[in-house]
């Protein structure tokens, strides 16, 4: 069981990672890029207003080099910037394939296209869509609030939308269903981090594009994942049970 389970997770991923890493280099990837220009031309033009003021700290720390620090790394635009994607790309799918079977056979469910593509959509409710609305994709020089407390309340609400889908889906009992609403509700009614004087670097245009796009980009990856493991799965079992007859 353990090593289907790793079996399909890792085939289920690499083929949805290679479909969705190749769809990503066309929609998202330009986005990317075109506002690390905009973050770009506003560093420098913040460190020429700095130099003016001659206010050395502040030069420094939009070169990079405050305090002896070196410049952040990052792939090179091209072949190098793609196959990193990609491969984060298999390796999150993977990751959902394997959160996928697992929860299916947790709940005794029969493992099919169906059924997964079922789960799937749920997992994109879940950890993509629904705290989307509080914290929605960003891209580089975008205005954001503390990294530490968006990762907690997006954490806290993938897990409590997860849990509230399970008791809602699973649940008769009407009572049960409405707390289950309840607590999706909850992190929204509480709300997320935002920053108190959003100065974004990207133009609104390119942000909501991007925002849309990385949306309808991760919901394929779920979808596709699912698929993935919802065919590959019965394909395994099949060969695992006939593997004796044939021996």
Same mark, same amino acid.
């Given at each position: 069981?353990?090593?289907?389970?790793?079996?399909?997770?890792?085939?289920?991923?690499?083929?949805?990672?290679?479909?969705?890493?190749?769809?990503?280099?066309?929609?998202?990837?330009?986005?990317?890029?075109?506002?690390?220009?905009?973050?770009?031309?506003?560093?420098?033009?913040?460190?020429?207003?700095?130099?003016?003021?001659?206010?050395?700290?502040?030069?420094?720390?939009?070169?990079?080099?405050?305090?002896?620090?070196?410049?952040?790394?990052?792939?090179?635009?091209?072949?190098?910037?793609? #196959?990193?994607?990609?491969? +984060?790309?298999?390796?999150? =799918?993977?990751? *959902?394939? @394997? &959160?996928? %079977? /697992?929860?299916?056979? !947790?709940?005794?469910?029969?493992?099919?296209?169906?059924?997964?593509?079922?789960?799937?959509?749920?997992?994109?409710?879940?950890?993509?869509?629904?705290?989307?609305?509080?914290?929605?994709?960003?891209?580089?020089?975008?205005?954001?609030?503390?990294?530490?407390?968006?990762?907690?309340?997006?954490?806290?609400?993938?897990?409590?939308?997860?849990?509230?889908?399970?008791?809602?889906?699973?649940?008769?009992?009407?009572?049960?269903?409405?707390?289950?609403?309840?607590?999706?509700?909850?992190?929204?009614?509480?709300?997320?981090?935002?920053?108190? #004087?959003?100065?974004?670097? +990207?133009?609104?245009?390119? =942000?909501?594009? *991007?925002? @849309? &796009?990385? %949306? /309808?980009?991760?919901? !394929?990856?779920?979808?596709?994942?699912?698929?993935?493991?919802?065919?590959?799965?019965?394909?395994?079992?099949?060969?695992?049970?006939?593997?004796?007859?044939?021996?």
């Amino acid at each position: 069981m353990v090593n289907r389970v790793l079996t399909v997770s890792l085939l289920a991923g690499l083929l949805a990672g290679l479909l969705i890493g190749a769809l990503q280099h066309v929609t998202t990837t330009p986005l990317i890029l075109k506002a690390e220009t905009f973050e770009t031309a506003m560093r420098a033009l913040e460190a020429q207003q700095a130099a003016f003021s001659g206010d050395a700290k502040v030069v420094l720390a939009h070169s990079g080099h405050e305090g002896g620090e070196h410049p952040e790394w990052k792939p090179e635009d091209g072949f190098q910037r793609t #196959a990193l994607t990609t491969l +984060v790309t298999i390796a999150t =799918a993977i990751g *959902f394939a @394997a &959160l996928l %079977l /697992g929860g299916m056979i !947790a709940a005794g469910d029969r493992i099919d296209d169906r059924t997964a593509l079922a789960w799937a959509a749920c997992g994109f409710l879940a950890f993509g869509l629904v705290p989307a609305a509080g914290l929605a994709p960003e891209l580089p020089g975008s205005a954001a609030a503390e990294l530490v407390h968006r990762q907690i309340w997006w954490i806290a609400t993938a897990l409590v939308t997860a849990g509230g889908l399970f008791v809602f889906l699973r649940m008769e009992a009407p009572w049960l269903r409405a707390l289950a609403v309840l607590a999706i509700l909850a992190p929204h009614v509480i709300g997320a981090p935002h920053p108190a #004087a959003p100065e974004s670097k +990207v133009p609104a245009e390119i =942000a909501a594009h *991007f925002t @849309a &796009l990385s %949306l /309808g980009i991760q919901a !394929a990856l779920w979808l596709v994942t699912g698929f993935a493991v919802g065919v590959l799965w019965p394909w395994m079992s099949r060969r695992a049970a006939a593997a004796p007859a044939t021996a």
